[in-house]
């Protein structure tokens, strides 16, 4: 009973993908641009903003390793309360016809602080240390993460289309709702990967981190 339900959840997202693939080609684009931004960044800063960075990380490396327990609930807090927002305000931009160069702009810096913390890890660390350990901070959670970003801006450039295509009221009402409801999906997914974060890469990390 369970493995049918997974297999219809992975054929309607499947569906919903194919149905939308032009929207998620565009996103999904700027969000690689964005990685490759951040990436470019930080290969061009200066001197002393790398020392400033390599301090940053040498001390919140350090912070983990002394360590004894990890205050879980602050974190869960922080992360849930990044999310939030960040649902929030992906929802509102795309309910607005001059919103959707903002969904687009946070799409793209999402990519882009995806970019810059890799490029960042492995500049600090060296290639084999910063792999395992943005590896180990980012994967897990941006696999939830990440999708639900580009599903979030998907469903704004949606909603925009409709507006600008059809003017009738009751039909934008009703994209509106369904922009909300999907946004209220993502925003369930985002909070689950906030617990993915906390409760499963941060311990894994605090495990992995005493070897560096």
Known sequence: M???KGIKIVEIVKEHIMHNKKE????????VIGIFLGVFFINHIQEAQKE???????????????MENLNHMELLKNSMGQNLL??????????????????????LYRGFCLGYTIA???????????IVFALTLLL???ILIIPA?????VSGFKLYQSIIKDRNKDNVKIEVLRHTIFSFIMLVTLVVASMIEVFISM??????IQYF
């Open 203 to 208: 311990n894994i990390l605090k495990g992995i």
């Open 120 to 130: 960042v890890c492995i500049t600090v660390m060296g290639l084999p240390q910063g």
């Open 149 to 153: 970003i580009l599903a979030l801006g």
């Open 24 to 31: 998620y080609l565009i996103v999904t684009l700027l969000f």
């Open 52 to 66: 400033e960075i390599t301090t940053y990380i040498t001390n919140f490396v350090d912070k983990i390793k002394n």
């Open 140 to 142: 897990l959670q941006n």
């Open 86 to 107: 960040l649902a929030i305000v992906i929802w509102f931009f795309g309910t607005t016809v001059i919103g959707l160069p903002i969904v687009f702009g946070i799409v």
């Open 2 to 4: 369970k493995r049918n």
